[in-house]
């Protein structure tokens, strides 16, 4: 798992951008995103007792306060943010502005966390970063929007913040139980924001629902859950360096299933994200022995 879970979380992760660009036209986003996670929630929690998780749920006790404020941030917050954010700006832009997720990960774990990084390690957040920037490029056009990139801005600071606040106070918790009791917050916090600020429509396509139902399964369950269990066993940022790959992959795979074009610089920046992340991952051990 330690090996595989990363590669098929990068699958999934990636997979994801395809989903929403296909399927999210014929939903509005926030209402779209409190169903997916109100249905994910649904399907764990019966499988959180059938595979004994019992005891999970008696800590949860102690942590679900815990629980819900980083799953709201994960998943709830960072997304509605970044919905938001590509009314004004491209998914590009928002990928770049993502891409000051992993740094800004490691630079914050040091003081909260105690990890610290090798000075290769750094190298290799500073190519990711230059990766995505290349795969994504700069629109000036987009930059110029104040209010989307501050959405944007707002919507990675939510997944750090969440990030760094599940390693601090919620690594202990088992992995079914949490990802229930944060999808659940999650989908609290959508339908209060939906309802107040979302014209709501819904029109049930074959694309809408295959959509829904990768983000839900693949995504909220699948992948979230590689996450969490990625962040219970490494540093908070060589996890989240995983993400500096997604935007190039995604690249890739909307050539191959949308028939997108595909350009040499994502591929360029896709291969030195590949070398950032392998320069991140590449030592076994953070300084701490994390």
């Not at 369950?221 to 990625?230: A, K, T």
Request: net charge neutral; glycine share 12%; proline share 3%.
């Amino acid at each position: 798992m330690a090996i595989f879970a990363p590669l098929l979380f990068v699958f999934l992760w990636s997979g994801a951008f395809i989903a929403v660009r296909a399927g999210i036209p014929d939903v509005s986003p926030i209402a779209f995103l409190a169903s997916r996670f109100s249905l994910a929630a649904l399907i764990l929690l019966p499988v959180t007792f059938i595979a004994g998780s019992f005891g999970g749920w008696r800590e949860v006790g102690r942590l679900w306060p815990h629980l819900a404020i980083s799953g709201i941030l994960i998943n709830g917050a960072y997304l509605s943010a970044a919905y938001w954010a590509m009314l004004d700006i491209s998914a590009a832009t928002m990928a770049l502005i993502g891409s000051l997720q992993p740094l800004l990960t490691a630079f914050l774990s040091g003081p909260l966390l105690g990890d610290r990084f090798r000075p290769w390690q750094w190298v290799g957040f500073a190519l990711g970063t230059a990766g995505v920037a290349i795969v994504a490029g700069l629109n000036i056009i987009d930059l110029g929007n104040l209010e989307g990139v501050l959405w944007g801005v707002g919507s990675s600071v939510c997944f750090v913040a969440g990030t760094l606040y599940y390693a601090r106070f919620c690594k202990a918790s088992a992995l079914l139980t949490t990802n229930c009791v944060q999808l659940a917050a999650a989908a609290g916090f959508c339908w209060l924001v939906a309802l107040g600020f979302e014209d709501i429509h819904v029109s049930v396509t074959p694309v809408a629902v295959w959509s829904f139902l990768y983000l839900t399964l693949g995504v909220s369950l699948g992948g979230m859950g590689l996450y969490l269990f990625m962040l219970k066993s490494g540093t908070a940022g060589k996890v989240t360096a995983n993400f500096y790959v997604t935007p190039g992959l995604t690249a890739i795979l909307g050539w191959l299933i949308l028939g997108e074009i595909l350009s040499l610089n994502a591929l360029i920046g896709f291969a030195l994200a590949m070398l950032g992340l392998w320069l991140v991952h590449g030592t076994r051990e953070t300084l701490n022995g994390s």
